[in-house]
């Protein structure tokens, strides 16, 4: 956790409510995936979950200052989108 | 004053991922839940990205999470079009 001045709890402190905040948006995102009609929504969730991770990594490589955590942002970013490509493949190669 | 410019920047972010989240959660059908979601989610983590970017003081660190953004554009914008290509494709075998 970053020490220091006054500024710097405060930076914190705001990094830590964004993280919350972004939780929640997928949190919310989540909720489409468990109610979705179609598996079409189910994917759309995913595609949240992978944007939403990486700006959750982003902030909290930051807020650790652990660098390490922009490879994985990275990577989160290309496995979200192998994914989707392989459920929707499977989808439409079944029919 | 830089911390207090990333942290305008990151809220914005997270405004435009809440308000893809409500998006994802509220509208009536898929196609529309893919606009508001694809959309909203890339601004959001263009702002997010651009706080951080104020935040992190090495350069290297900086251009990585450029290609980071650039790569979950990318991803973001084929996952979108496979995601509404393939419920297209199942509403025409419907009818």
């Known amino acids: ?95 | 004053m830089i911390d207090a410019l990333a942290i305008l920047a990151i809220f914005s972010g997270l405004f435009f991922f809440l308000s893809g989240s409500i998006g994802l959660l509220r509208l009536p059908d898929l196609f529309s839940r893919l606009h508001a979601l694809a959309k909203a989610d890339n601004v959001g983590l263009a702002l997010v990205a651009l706080g951080v970017i104020m935040l992190e003081p090495v350069l290297i660190n900086d251009i990585k999470i450029v290609i980071i953004w650039f790569l979950v554009m990318a991803a973001s914008a084929i996952s979108s079009h496979l995601v509404a290509r393939s419920a297209l494709r199942k509403n025409r075998d419907d009818d």
Request: aromatic share 6%; hydrophobic share 60%.
């Open chain 1, 1 to 95: 956790m970053m020490s220091g001045g006054d500024s710097t709890s405060i930076l914190t402190i705001a990094l830590l409510i964004a993280l919350n905040l972004l939780l929640f948006s997928l949190l919310i995102g989540l909720f489409r995936a468990w109610l979705g009609p179609s598996i079409e929504d189910r994917f759309s969730a995913i595609l949240l979950l992978g944007t939403g991770g990486v700006a959750m990594l982003l902030i909290l490589a930051i807020l650790l200052q652990i660098t390490a955590l922009y490879d994985v942002a990275l990577v989160l970013a290309l496995l979200a989108v192998v994914g989707t490509v392989a459920l929707t493949q499977s989808e439409s190669n079944h029919d």
